[in-house]
């Protein structure tokens, strides 16, 4: 196939800021992101805002199925063209990835990897982090957020990085991060500095709800300045939960470690039936 730059150039393809894109044009870079998931041979991978189509060669050169949700109508030309060169192995879907059930486009399962549009990356990782069934359909993810966010995603307890982000990345998943993406990489380059996380399911604690989960975090986190007492006094039975843990109502969010908001959402969990 051609070099990325001259396909952009001859579609006259530019990054949209509006739309969070940052393009990846090397091709030895693009392989070994590639690469982070093991082996993708014959494995069905979901790329979501893949742009002129780099990381999307990089993947079918790898051997897997691709299945790639893109919303900006003019890179889907390009798009075209890696499908013509892989014949039966790229299928590409014009749409908001925002809107769209990833399970409802296999049937077993796949691995997501992304270089995730900077305005929707974490909003569509904590849509892919969520649900009641375990383990989820979706094998690993392989992701490039901004690098404050990826460090945010496998931050450990009390530090400035902690967060509720880190909880529903670590409390049912292995998040690490796999690789650093220099700005210079990019075309544009970035303000920031980005990096790749891998996350991979694991074992599921069992009687906690993902959803009670999520409400007690965003509430200790959502004033995370203030003592657990103040913070989760508006979640019904939390401040009990506290008392009958042991856990200090005088501590605040980020000094609580994930095990420490699982038994929270446990003993907040209604037994089902």
Request: glycine share 8%; net charge positive; with cysteine.
């Amino acid at each position: 196939m051609p070099p990325l730059r001259e396909v952009i150039a001859r579609h006259g393809l530019s990054a949209s800021k509006a739309l969070g894109q940052n393009f990846l044009l090397d091709e030895n870079l693009l392989d070994r992101i590639a690469a982070i998931p093991a082996s993708l041979g014959d494995q069905h991978v979901l790329e979501v805002g893949p742009g002129p189509g780099g990381l999307t060669r990089a993947l079918l050169r790898a051997g897997a199925s691709v299945t790639a949700v893109e919303m900006d109508p003019r890179c889907l030309p390009a798009l075209a063209e890696v499908e013509a060169a892989f014949p039966g192995k790229l299928k590409v879907i014009e749409g908001d990835a925002l809107k769209i059930a990833p399970a409802s486009l296999f049937d077993g399962p796949y691995h997501i990897v992304a270089n995730l549009p900077y305005n929707v990356g974490t909003a569509l990782f904590i849509g892919w982090l969520s649900g009641e069934t375990w383990p989820p359909q979706w094998a690993s993810l392989t992701l490039m957020f901004q690098e404050e966010v990826a460090r945010r995603i496998i931050a450990e307890p009390d530090t400035s990085a902690y967060g509720r982000l880190a909880v529903l990345a670590q409390w049912r998943s292995t998040a690490k991060l796999a690789m650093k993406v220099h700005r210079s990489a990019f075309t544009p380059a970035p303000k920031v500095m980005s990096a790749i996380v891998h996350v991979t399911p694991a074992e599921a604690p069992e009687g906690v709800s993902m959803r009670v989960l999520e409400r007690v975090t965003e509430a200790a986190f959502g004033q995370r300045r203030k003592m657990l007492r103040q913070s989760l006094k508006g979640v019904p039975g939390a401040l009990e939960a506290l008392e009958n843990l042991g856990i200090d109502a005088q501590r605040r969010a980020e000094t609580l470690s994930v095990a420490e908001f699982v038994s929270i959402a446990k003993v907040l969990t209604k037994p089902k039936g």
